[in-house]
Every structure is written in C-alpha cells, then in structure tokens.
C-alpha cells in the first residue's frame, strides 16, 4: 500500500496531489516519489504551466485510474475552465473503492475520496460510505 504526499493549493481551495521527497520539499527541488520523474506533473502544475501539465498526465506510463493522477488532471481541467471534465474526474475518484491515504504537504493525511469531495463540494463523510 502506497502512501504519497499531496499538495492543496490553498488559493483555489482545489485539490493536486504529487508525491514528494520530504527531503526535496526542504530543498526546495520537488519531485515525485514513487512515480516516474513528472508521471504527476507536480513540477508543472506548480508553475501553472497547465498545457505542460496536462500533457505530463496524459502521457504518464500511470494506471489511467491512479487516484493521483486523476486528483492532478481534474485540477489542471479546473483551473483551465473544463469544470465538467474535473467534476467527472473527481466522481470518479469519489467511486473507486482503493482510497490509499495521500500525505498532505502540510502533514495531514487525506485520502483521494475526501480531497475530491472536498474539490466537489460535497459532505466529506460521504467520501468514507461504499
């Protein structure tokens, strides 16, 4: 069971998950942990550079259904006006039965259902019912 490290972007009130080394994260050198180098375009989305981005998570060897991944894409669909396509991302988080925690850059722990009902709005608690 993997445990990654996630980032909420505290401006959007959004969610983007990347792992990190806590190391790196001291440095200042983010990377992913875990996943190939950029797999989770962390280092894009935190330049905003969202086409780069979105083209990182598209073509990212990563399970389709990686709930990283997918927290990360329906961000990057957000925060480029697709907000359809990010709500249907993020129901389809809410769905999966696999809700290995996430490790918030700030130290909490989240799991994938309760970041994408917190993006969606809807009763955190109902992230945890399945």
């Known amino acids: 069971m993997r445990i990654g490290l996630a980032f909420i972007l505290a401006a959007t009130a959004l969610t983007g998950c990347a792992t990190v080394s806590p190391q790196s994260a001291q440095r200042g050198d983010l990377m ?34 990686d709930p990283a991944r997918l927290l990360n894409l329906a961000h990057v669909y957000r925060m480029t006006g697709r907000d359809r396509q990010a709500a249907a991302l993020y129901r389809q988080v809410l769905a999966q039965s696999d809700d290995t925690p996430l490790e918030l850059a700030d130290g909490r722990v989240a799991t994938p259902r309760q970041l994408a009902a917190k993006a969606l709005g809807v009763d955190e608690s109902y992230a945890a019912l399945k």
């Open 32 to 65: 992913e942990v875990g996943y190939a180098p950029g797999a989770l375009a962390f280092g894009a989305i935190m330049e905003r550079d969202w086409s780069r981005a979105e083209a990182q998570l598209q073509a990212a060897k990563v399970e389709a259904d």
